[in-house]
């Protein structure tokens, strides 16, 4: 298994407050992806990180801002949690290289959620 | 309006039976994706296509790429207890962009 961790696994928070979660990899892969997991819209991206400091926005990028500080760290900062927020969060990471050998690597997700 | 949409949704079927998940869009693609997902934890990556009209197995499973490079379609033959959990499809972008379909959960009935 890929060397994947993400932190906190789970969090209960409220309403407007800030939320951060962490990423960490041990696999040096360069590419970093934060999705979230919704029933009957399978997995969305959110933001992506294609090096130390280079951060792209996603297809649901709105209410969410990034990290990367260091190749194995990559953060997901909710600013102000709405109730809309609450999910499962998935972290992945790939090496790029084109076609078959551009796979992704899941950690094992942070459940979310805002009351 | 998700760019990559799976049939069927939900799916429950007896052991030994077999099975095809579709997998489509407007869209082209570089690379289309299959990982399976079990509860709790995060998808884990079957098979890559990305030739059109590619064809891979693996064992007991089928992927085919669609000409186009829009569609593709995962058979599996005489599904087994362990085969039951989410099957996701993702279509990878330009820019290292993937976009995953919205998930089949299949169930095999011992």
């Known amino acids: 298994d890929a060397g994947i961790t993400q932190s906190p696994r789970h969090k209960v928070t409220e309403t407007g407050t800030p939320v951060t979660l962490r990423c960490h990899q041990t696999?040096?892969?360069?590419?970093m992806y934060w999705y979230r997991q919704d029933p009957g819209h399978g997995l969305r991206l959110i933001h992506y990180s294609y090096g130390v400091k280079d951060t792209d926005k996603g297809e649901v990028s709105d209410g969410y801002s990034v990290s990367r500080s260091k190749t194995e760290d990559f953060l997901l900062t909710l600013e102000s949690a709405t109730s809309s927020q609450t999910s499962v969060y998935f972290c992945a990471i790939s090496e790029k290289e084109t076609g078959a050998n551009n796979e992704q690597f899941f950690g094992p997700g942070t459940r979310l959620t805002v009351l | 309006t998700q760019l990559l949409e799976q049939s069927p949704q939900f799916l429950s079927i007896q052991e030994g039976e077999n099975l095809t998940v579709y997998c489509n869009s407007s869209?082209?693609?570089?690379?289309l994706q299959w990982y399976r997902q079990e509860p709790g934890e995060g998808p884990v990556l079957l098979v890559t296509v990305v030739t059109g009209g590619e064809v891979k197995k693996l064992k007991r499973l089928t992927f085919q790429f669609g000409d186009a490079r829009k569609d593709s379609s995962l058979h599996i033959t005489a599904a087994q207890p362990g085969d039951t959990g989410l099957y996701l499809c993702?279509?990878?972008?330009?820019?290292?962009?993937?976009?995953f379909g919205t998930g089949t959960s299949l169930t095999v009935i011992p």
């Open positions: 993702a279509g990878e972008k330009a820019g290292n962009q993937f976009y």
């Open positions: 696999e040096n892969h360069r590419y």
């Open positions: 869209s082209v693609f570089s690379s």
